[in-house]
């Protein structure tokens, strides 16, 4: 059974650029969301989703917007960087419906925004 | 207001000792309460979790205590030992509402264990 996984660890963008980061979620799991950490925060959600459509959003911007695959994986854009948006982000899987609260979570995609 | 408030921010203990790590939330929407456990540049781990059915739930050296009507949860972890060192989040979720079903965290806590 595969884990979480997300591409790419690290990368380093300017303000004003977009970024698009992609997370493949656990076998056997169809929902996928997003949470934000700022460093020496705890994460942030920012949305969730399943089967292919966005099931629960946090607050944040429509510059952050995001894609479910029929394969369950994801991706997070996010459209005219800013310098607060240096972060780690982070995908979580877990198997929607089930009432069970289970999240499991990726390493993360570190970003920083010069 | 969905918020969990931990604490302490940073705890020290000696090798061998008790770490407590304290909760608290308000919606009482929320139905599991997990705690996650991260080391530098990984993402969280889900290290124990509880629903408030119950007062205590014992993963080897990891127990946490939950009060319903305080609203409050604790993990304790015995026998602390230097590869605990990490930093810890208590989080919350409400489960009962498919949609609603996101990760509430705490401010986290870090956790150094010394010799």
């Known amino acids: 059974e595969t884990g979480v996984t997300q591409s790419p660890t690290h990368l380093i963008k300017t303000r004003g650029q977009q970024v698009t980061l992609r997370c493949s979620s656990q076998?056997?799991?169809?929902?996928v969301s997003w949470y934000q950490q700022a460093l020496g925060q705890g994460p942030q959600f920012i949305f969730q989703?399943?089967?292919?459509?966005?099931?629960g959003r946090g607050n944040f911007p429509p510059r952050f917007s995001g894609l479910q695959f029929p394969n369950y994986s994801s991706e997070l854009n996010v459209n005219a960087l800013e310098l607060d948006d240096s972060a780690l982000y982070l995908c979580?899987?877990?198997?929607?419906?089930?009432?069970?609260?289970?999240?499991?979570f990726g390493e993360g995609s570190r970003l920083t925004v010069l | 207001q969905q918020q969990v408030k931990q604490s302490p921010q940073s705890l020290i203990v000696q090798k061998g000792g008790i770490s407590i790590i304290n909760c608290a939330y308000e919606n009482t929407a929320f139905d599991y309460f997990p705690w996650y456990q991260q080391f530098p540049g990984k993402g969280p781990a889900l290290l124990i979790a509880i629903r408030p059915d119950v007062s205590e739930k014992k993963e080897g050296r990891f127990t946490i205590s939950f009060n319903k009507s305080a609203k409050q949860f604790s993990l304790h972890i015995m026998d602390s030992q230097p590869g605990d060192s990490a930093t810890y989040f208590c989080a919350a979720i409400g489960t009962r509402f498919f949609g609603n079903e996101k990760l509430t965290f705490g401010t986290g806590t870090r956790l150094t264990i010394i010799p």
């Open positions: 989703y399943y089967r292919e459509e966005e099931n």
């Open positions: 979580a899987s877990s198997l929607g419906g089930q009432h069970t609260g289970e999240l499991f």
């Open positions: 076998s056997g799991h169809n929902t």
